[in-house]
């Protein structure tokens, strides 16, 4: 008997993925403009053009033996300095290389860093609604995934649950700011109220829990007073984890990078716990060119402008028509109240309108469905009367 | 307290890497010429032409959201095509996309692999000397590797010993050939005999052990009369994990597969298991550049004639020296027996004469050292007089 928890992951699709699938299959049988897939978060406005130019430059004058060759595990030491300096630039710390780790892309840096915090049987509390994944990935470290509710109808922080659920066994609390599926961004006061709650924790029981900050969509913001708090200025045993996916559109090559907060007492454990497990798990280092790359354009964020419009005009179309939403700071979701209390059965009811929304129920959030706006503008007019003629079947 | 598994893995440097750190400090107090490092198996030869032309024509000529976006977990399934169609022209088999799951690198091929097949306390077999990192992936997969020696004087297969190793407990036999660190190609007859054996053994026990082939240095061999026998043709119940690290010259992009017999009887529960394997350990998809650029290439090799001229310069002046080497069929290292019981003594003695070369034990074979011989040629030149006067002091 080969291992049936791995059986089971790969057989079982996700929801999104099963829709994803769905709406291939419909758009041959109707043509490809009549449905409305909402369904996955895949980037659709390209890499920024200094992604070309920069992976061009690189291939053509760099020594190819050294470019395709082994960086160290933690990656490429002089585009971890440029990283670590650009970070300190822009939210006032004072990490330097070492406290970064090159990894392939967010899914990479968070099962690093839970391999190298958990013990079997430790609990990770995070709160919902919540990307799905983050069960298997907290599974496979040998612990438990704890999800409490935020804020009924904002989806911030509810603090005295995320308190109720802290115990002996708490290593970590995982939060997603801007959060997919809510696109909400934390506030800053409730960031801090968080700190204080792990220091009170430690106080009080000895127990050090870790905050994991798992921040893909950081760069996805749409309105000029809209701060992501970067946790290691409120929180001394903080970890950032990051992916340039969405910011520079490269889901598909996988880079990114775990932060290590050095104001942490016990760091240099936690930095070489994260070596170990990038070991045991087989990253080897992060895709080579694509470390290079990301030395170059750092600082580069994709065209969001589509994203903000496309969010707009979703959002004030979805709102006229008697849906329930909050309007999301960030990333390119919308979490919308189904319009009966079952959302999977509203999802289905969508169907038949060829509109593809993800119920929310994996994302530990019953009652609502998820809207991936990351698509053309024009598919979205196009939808707009399937949305409402959807909320018209419900009066 | 964090998981200290991973805290030790990530704080002990392999002897190979703190050699390598030695020598970089020794070339900096006396001179880049004068240190002769064989510690590491990175690739020297440049990728062929044809990587920098495609990785170019990729980049210029493709959709760039399509490009740089996700594939499915598995990998593009034209590029798995492509691939399937290489190998079975090559080999005669009759595998097909949906047997190939693309991946990170070797190492990947490898976790994924282990921890799609082992329960807790499954044992995994394999032979002296071995990969150090074996035992690692096995340890994190849940299991317990376990070594058996090779013929005294060949590192060929013994197979009495491998049959004295197999218990209830077995879940796979993992072999690597050509091999690191002997550079050995394992024999069509000995293949041969390993799948009776295991066959053997599932019919008295009922125990299925599958057969994990490593095979990184596949196309590294020197010969025109040496063939690697493709394992898939004498077992049905086998797994190549394949890289082309090593092939193209790539270590550092990461980039691989997965190809899973489709003879076995349980082929789509052991290919379900990889894919959540996959998923569990947060490697999401291999990166999709580089997906697209072995679609390309998937039959060139990197120049591997300095290789073979390397191994030979080589074998014939330690022979000469008096040294004990078996004449490598492949890959780009040579197994020496030292010249004193403890390889690391020996290791330690050869640092006087700036020659650095990898004591054994860690491959699980104590008296050798291993020579990584993907170096210039002309500091194998320089280095000659030193391995001379090494075997002298001995006399």
Redesign the interface.
Known sequence: ???Q???????KRSNIRELFEYGKKRKAEIGEDNVFDFSIG??????PAE??TA??EI??TYD??A?????SAQGDFSVRKTLAEYINSRFGTSLNADCLYLT??A??S???TL?????VGDEVITVAPYFP?YK??T??AGGKLVAVESNDGTFQLDLNKVKAALSDKT?AVLINSPNNPSGVVYRESDIKKLAQLLENHYAETGVRVYLISDEPYRELVFDKDTVVPYVMNYYAHSIVCYSYSKSL??????IGYIAVNNQMQ?FS??????????????????????QQLIGKVYNKTSDISIYKANRDRLYSALTEYGYTVVKPDGAFYLFVKALEADAKTFSERAKKYELLVVAGDDFGCEGYVRISYCVAPDMIERALPAFKALAESYK
């Open positions: 008997m080969i291992n928890t791995n059986v089971q992951l790969g057989r895949n980037p659709s406005v390209p890499a992604v070309e992976l061009k291939i053509q190819p033996v470019l395709h060759g082994y960086t392939c892309g899914a990479a968070l099962t690093i391999n190298a915090l958990l013990n994944e298997v990935f599974a496979h290593k559109s490269l889901p598909g090559e996988r016990e454990e936690v930095y070489a716990g994260i070596c170990g497990a990038g070991r045991a798990l087989g990253f080897v280092c992060a895709p080579n060119l694509f």
